[in-house]
């Protein structure tokens, strides 16, 4: 039996449809920053049949609707597939028994299938090395991206591109880590407007996204503002890394509403409390930037010099949750025996 903890991250260039949506094979690349907080527990082992017990933050047990488990089930199939092209398919002979703890609101754009596949895969990758079969990092992601795409890249801490690669190949898109957690200390201030969670889940965005008029464009531009989110990283130059990543924020949710049907993830919520801190940003220049994936959940990134002023800002939101994160170093095994 093995226990990981696995968090969220957030994409400053984000994932939105897929070339392949069975391999959940994205259409470009995406860069994320991975986060420390909110954490999901998973507990797995070799079992007879697949179980998943999920319990909330609470500890009472969440009742998976029967699309979850059937996520769960695929999941596993595909694995299964990529295993026997590392001649490795023998390695989960029977099934397996998960126990969930997560401490993360679903469905409200928290990332939180990132959090629980990420974690999912980590596990995965510590009971097959107990069948001999160790996986790299690179390796651990595919099998995450299998369950959740962007969970590929909360597989490793710090900055993480997802790179698309090209082909059918189950193995052809993989996380790569750019630059560790210590290299810029970055806060994540996540104000939740609404715990009620989406009707629409991103699965479903990745499948529309085709529809949109503006896909095409959006996936023109994505090599160019991959490179900038990049080198802003790599330079730690916050005002770059605002301007691309906002950009790209503004040009998803313009996709996801063109798509037919639409898909209207932003609330009226969310547009107040943008308008209110690029009003504060402008008036007292500091710097922060907003990003919002697929709910009405907003993410203020900032830096040290800013947080103090960041917080207040959210914890002034009238009816909003809110958690504090920064960037963190990735799904890992908890309480790893020292030797
Ligand atoms: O991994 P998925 O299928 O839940 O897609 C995630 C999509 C976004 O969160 C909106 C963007 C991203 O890159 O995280």
Redesign the pocket.
């Known amino acids: 039996m093995i226990t990981v903890t696995a968090t969220p991250?957030?994409?400053f260039?984000?994932?939105?449809g897929n070339r392949n949506q069975e391999l959940?094979l994205p259409a470009a690349d995406?860069l994320?920053m991975t986060l420390d907080a909110p954490t999901v527990e998973v507990t797995a082992e070799f079992a007879d049949t697949l179980t998943i017990d999920s319990f909330d933050e609470n500890g009472n047990r969440r009742t998976l609707k029967d699309r979850e488990i059937a996520r769960f089930g695929k999941h596993l199939e595909l694995v299964q597939r990529y295993l026997s092209i590392l001649d490795a398919r023998d390695a989960i002979r029977q099934s397996i028994a998960f126990t969930i703890h997560s401490n993360i609101p679903p469905a409200i754009?928290l990332?939180s299938?990132?959090a629980l596949?990420s974690g999912v895969a980590k596990a995965y990758a510590e009971l097959l090395k107990e069948q001999g079969l160790q996986l790299s990092d690179e390796q651990i992601s595919v099998i995450a991206?299998l369950g959740?795409?962007?969970?590929?890249?909360s597989v490793m801490g710090g900055f993480v591109v997802?790179k698309a690669g090209q082909g059918e190949d189950i193995a052809s898109a993989k996380a790569i880590q750019i630059a560790p957690a210590s290299h810029w200390p970055l806060h994540d201030i996540v104000i939740c407007p609404s715990l009620k969670e989406k009707e629409h889940?991103?699965?479903e965005?990745?499948h529309l996204a085709h529809t949109s008029p503006h896909f095409a464009e959006r996936l023109c531009q994505m090599p160019r503002r991959q490179q900038e989110c990049i080198d802003a990283i790599l330079q730690r130059d916050f005002e770059k890394l605002q301007r691309v990543a906002e950009e790209d924020a503004r040009n998803?949710h313009l996709v996801a509403q063109t798509s037919t049907p639409p898909l209207q993830?932003l609330t009226n919520a969310t547009h107040r409390i943008l308008f209110e801190i690029t009003a504060l940003r402008e008036s007292e220049r500091f710097p922060v930037l907003y990003t919002?994936?697929?709910?009405p959940t907003v993410h203020l990134v900032c830096t040290d010099d800013a947080v103090k002023t960041v917080k207040e800002f959210a914890h002034a939101q009238k009816d909003c949750t809110v958690f504090e994160t920064k960037v963190g170093n990735g799904a890992r095994i908890k309480n790893p025996v020292m030797i």
């Open positions: 991250n957030i994409a260039i984000k994932y939105w959940r995406s994320s754009g990332a299938s990132a596949f991206r959740s795409g962007s969970a590929a890249r997802l889940g991103s699965t965005g990745h998803l993830y919002m994936d697929a709910g």
